[in-house]
Every structure is written in structure tokens, then in C-alpha cells.
């Protein structure tokens, strides 16, 4: 079975960028979808975006559209998430998840991915 593994996270002020990195631990990501979830104190977990086995394509939450974006290396099992002009309301900890099997393209709903990682801090100061 894969397991996500996150990194990159870290402290940035507004404006900043960031990129974070999923790598895939003892397996590969073939044939799963994978997705970016974060998570607030005190918040539920919420969907980010996500990119698709095979095609590539990319989802992406309306809060975060235009800013991230999800890229993916499929020789190296990697998945990345660039987050540009970053906001303090998108601090919170990432996840990375892996999907087998998306029921409807419903990327948004956590409850569709097999398998998380153990979640990266991102901190925005203002």
C-alpha cells in the first residue's frame, strides 16, 4: 500500500509562496487520484485540489483557485502543490491524500481517499 508523505511546509508572511511536496512511501501513485486537503484549529478538513490518475487533470477549491496550483512528476512519484500569494486564512496543516477509486469526481469529499499523509504545517503571517 502507498502512504503519502508531505514536506515543504514552513512560515511565510502574506504575499509569499510555497511549495509543498507528496511523495509516494512504499508504493507508487499509478492509478491513484490524489488530492491536497488542509485543516484549521478548530476547523473541518477542507478540500484544496486535486489531480487525476492518468490525464492529469486538476480541481481546485474557489478559495484557492488561481493562486495553487497542483503539478505532478510521475517518474519520480511526486505530486506538488505551489502555493502562490499566499493569505493568513490559508494557514493551516496539508494533507496529502491518494485516491483508488473517485465515486462521481467527487474529489472534495475526504471520505473518497484510501490513504493520507502525517500533514505539513503552513503558517501565513500578516
Known amino acids: 500500500q502507498v502512504r503519502p508523505v508531505e514536506s515543504g511546509g514552513g512560515l511565510v508572511q502574506a504575499g509569499g509562496s510555497l511549495r509543498l511536496s507528496c511523495a509516494a512511501s512504499?508504493?507508487?501513485?499509478?492509478?491513484?487520484?490524489i488530492s491536497w486537503f488542509r485543516q484549521a484549529p478548530g476547523k473541518e478538513r477542507e478540500f484544496v485540489g486535486a489531480?487525476?490518475?492518468?490525464?492529469?487533470?486538476?480541481y481546485y477549491a474557489d478559495s484557492v483557485k488561481g493562486r495553487f496550483t497542483i503539478s505532478k512528476d510521475n517518474a519520480k512519484n511526486m505530486v506538488y502543490l505551489q502555493m502562490n500569494s499566499l493569505k493568513p486564512e490559508d494557514t493551516a496543516v496539508y494533507y496529502c491524500?491518494?485516491?483508488?477509486?473517485?465515486?462521481?469526481?467527487?474529489?472534495?469529499?475526504?471520505?473518497?481517499?484510501?490513504?493520507w499523509g502525517q500533514g505539513t504545517q503552513v503558517t501565513v503571517s500578516s
Open positions: 489531480t487525476t490518475w492518468g490525464a492529469g487533470l486538476t
Open positions: 491524500a491518494a485516491g483508488r477509486s473517485i465515486g462521481g469526481n467527487r474529489y472534495w469529499l475526504p471520505g473518497q481517499y484510501d490513504y
Open positions: 512504499g508504493g507508487t501513485f499509478n492509478y491513484y487520484a
